[in-house]
């Protein structure tokens, strides 16, 4: 197969106690795609993005970034490869600005080092002009210029949804790790965030791998969609495939009662 | 008339609402069994019976009475019970303590209740001295539901009292469950597997995007292949 694997999950194992809540699992996240992962509860979807984003260590198997084995990192040093996650819940720095929580995002700036404050004010001033400047273009891609000066904590759960995005582009990740971005957003802003992936997506090129549970985002902007089941991929495809796949509705629906 | 009528609820937990006119009413006799994708609103919909969200508009109707975001203080002597999910059992308390603290409202002799909650639940009595935190997860379940009996409850709710059991204890409850139906008890209940739960429900509720979207007996909603489809959305 010759297509361009920007993550690679190779026979990945992991296990809580007896339980094996992935078994073996392979799949690939096609570099430039939006790739969507989807299940029933208990499938082991979110044991399996934790891992790829160095939150949970597998017990087995090999994880590429890129081509490079990343199994087992911590998610700072994958943060510096250009793999990022968002998360659920907006992890927003409430009593920053919209601007100032963007301006946070990369590490190692000068002006986090009182040297450079004292003896090379020029050099931390410039930097920070820069890191500045990046943040309002992120800030203007977003549409957020209305709120750039607003408090976070007081943005709607869509605009922080939108800041968390943001964020991932201060650096240019490479990948984006979507962690149920529909939560707790209205429809409307919703179609918003929707609209703002797409154009990372197809204007700057980014690669998203999101885990949803709304089956109607997942729908608008997932191909492929992977499905998992009991630990393990059961299909991969177009999300109208996936629909008509009486294997998949079976797993959603749960299975016939089985005798004792 | 219905023992509990929800008409078009809506309420969330603050910000986006996550129920947006839902519509349930079940008897006394009823099994009813709410089942739908993530995110429906299922276990969403029992908290907001139970007070323990806001409701901001509709209605919830029990045995006649309006009890829409009444607390949970005032409906467990009503007769309305619940088992959450989770967190559901004293874990360093032992099973009768447990059981003892179900009857926490009552001023009359809970004996009998307790005596009726042990044939139903047959192992409890065994470990009735256990701590509840000792017990397997199916065992505990019948602990949690043992509790919320000793209220002589009309009408229990239960939150997806499968989840997390072996195939074996899925069952086992599921069977305790229409036990506790016949002897005169309402279930309105969640669940995850749907097609398992469908199976017993005298009244099946499907749910999506926090709104009745099929409703009939339980048989009817299995036989219909819309139903599953729409686990998936679309």
């Not at chain 1, 190779?10 to 790739?35: P, Y």
């Not at chain 1, 000066?149 to 605009?159: F, H, R, T, V």
Request: net charge negative; aromatic share 6%; with cysteine.
């Amino acid at each position: 197969m010759s297509f361009d694997a920007v993550i690679d999950v190779k026979d990945v194992t992991k296990r809580f106690g007896g339980l094996r809540a992935v078994n073996k699992c392979s799949l690939r996240v096609e570099r430039g795609s939006i790739t969507g992962l989807i299940g029933p509860n208990g499938a082991g979807k979110s044991t399996l993005f934790n891992m790829v984003a160095g939150n949970i260590v597998p017990d087995s198997g090999t994880i590429y970034f890129d081509g490079q084995d990343i199994t087992g990192l911590p998610p700072y040093q994958l943060f510096a490869k250009g793999l990022l996650r968002t998360f659920q819940i907006a992890h927003e720095f409430s009593h920053m600005t919209a601007l100032e929580n963007l301006m946070m995002v990369p590490s190692d700036q000068p002006g986090e080092d009182l040297v450079n404050v004292w003896f090379r004010p020029d050099f931390v001033r410039k930097a920070e002009h820069h890191v500045r400047q990046k943040a309002l273009d992120v800030i203007d891609f977003l549409k957020l210029g209305h709120v750039k000066n607003e408090l976070a904590g007081n943005l709607s759960g869509g605009q922080k949804k939108l800041l968390e995005l943001g964020r991932t582009m201060m650096v240019d990740a490479k990948v984006v790790l979507l962690d149920e971005v529909a939560a707790g957003v209205n429809k409307t802003l919703l179609q918003d965030l929707a609209a703002n992936i797409e154009r990372m997506n197809q204007e700057l090129g980014y690669t998203f791998f999101v885990i949803e549970h709304d089956m109607d985002l997942i729908g608008r902007l997932c191909d492929p969609v992977i499905v998992m089941a009991q630990g393990e991929v059961i299909a991969q495809g177009p999300m109208e495939e996936i629909r008509a796949n009486p294997e998949i509705i079976e797993a959603y629906f749960g299975s016939p009662v089985e005798a004792a | 008339m219905a023992l509990i009528e929800l008409k078009s609820l809506v309420g969330g937990y603050g910000g986006v609402p996550i129920l947006n006119g839902v519509n349930i009413a079940i008897e006394q006799s009823d099994i009813g069994v709410i089942v739908g994708p993530n995110g429906a609103g299922k276990s969403t919909t029992l908290k907001a019976i139970f007070g323990l969200l806001k409701v901001t508009s509709g209605a919830v109707v029990f045995d006649g009475a309006d009890i829409t975001n009444a607390q949970p203080d005032k409906l467990v002597p009503r007769g309305l019970s619940f088992v959450p999910q989770e967190k559901n059992v004293f874990t360093s308390m032992s099973v009768e303590e447990n059981l003892e603290m179900g009857a926490f409202t009552r001023a009359d002799d809970y004996m009998p209740t307790l005596k009726w909650v042990y044939d139903m639940f047959p192992p409890l009595l065994e470990k009735r001295h256990q701590k509840a935190g000792e017990l397997s997860g199916g065992q505990r379940q019948m602990v949690a539901m043992g509790r919320a009996l000793m209220s002589k409850p009309r009408l229990l709710m239960l939150d997806e009292p499968s989840a997390g059991l072996s195939p074996r204890y899925v069952i086992e409850i599921f069977e305790q469950i229409v036990k506790i139906n016949k002897s005169g008890v309402g279930i309105l209940m969640v669940e995850q597997n749907a097609r398992q739960a469908l199976a017993f429900a005298s009244k099946g509720f499907v749910l999506a995007g926090g709104q009745n979207r099929f409703t009939g007996t339980g048989a009817e909603l299995i036989a219909d292949p819309e139903v599953a489809k729409s686990f998936l959305g679309g």
